[in-house]
Each structure stands twice: as C-alpha cells, then as structure tokens.
C-alpha cells in the first residue's frame, strides 16, 4: 500500500467529490440556469453563470453568481476536509468549479473597484492552486 503523506509539511491537497450530473448538462448545451436550479450546491454552474454575464457586460450580476459560486465550494470543500488553507488542485476536476467561481468572484470585484477583494480572491487562487492562477488569468 503506497504512503502519499505530505513530505513538504503543510496540509494535503483538497479533492472534491466527483459530481459529473452539473458538467454533464453544461456539456451537453443545457441552459446553466436550469442547471442551476436542478444542482444549486454546484460551484461550477455558479461559475459558468458568473462567465457568461461577465462576457455580457453585466458585472453586478457575474459578481452575485461568482460569489454564490465561491460560497458553495467554501462549504464543500469543508464538508471534504478542508482547514481553511492548503492546496485544491486544478488538476482534480472537481476542483475547478470551485476555483473558477474564485476566480470570477475576483475578477468581478476588480471590475466594480473592489481592490481589496480583488487582491485576496488573486492571493487566495494563487496559494490554492498555481495552475488555475495561470490558466485562469
């Protein structure tokens, strides 16, 4: 049986539970509204939501849905273990929900001059997961 401890001495790495229903119907064109109102705990549908009113001009709205998204994924990766820090890998599919909601909450906030929160959501992604800070940005 392997042995994965973590040799660097901070925390493991978070891995949320698959739940492929959500990306499923985004996957298959079904409208992130509807997906939304069928699987509200998603992360990844809030994210989607907060993308495509981002990309439409309407930034309060991407705003509301990122930081419904992020709220989501908080709880969630609680519920999987998580202390409050430490890494969620963007190579974990699950993941990506979660952090592409993080990402849009502060990309939102930059856009209707909340520096601060800008600056802690681009800490906060970037400390979670490197990767998604690079592709996501």
Known sequence: MANHQNLLGGPDPTHLPDDPE??????S??????????YPASSLVWAQLAD?????????????YARTGYHRGLDALRRAGWKGHGPVPFEHEPNRGFLRALHALGRAAQAIGEEEEYARCTAFLRDSSPTAADILN
């Open 22 to 27: 959500p990306r499923e119907l985004l996957a």
């Open 52 to 64: 495509d009113a981002f990309e439409a001009g309407r930034v309060v709205e991407s705003y509301a």
């Open 29 to 38: 064109g079904t409208a992130p509204a509807e997906v939304a109102a069928k």
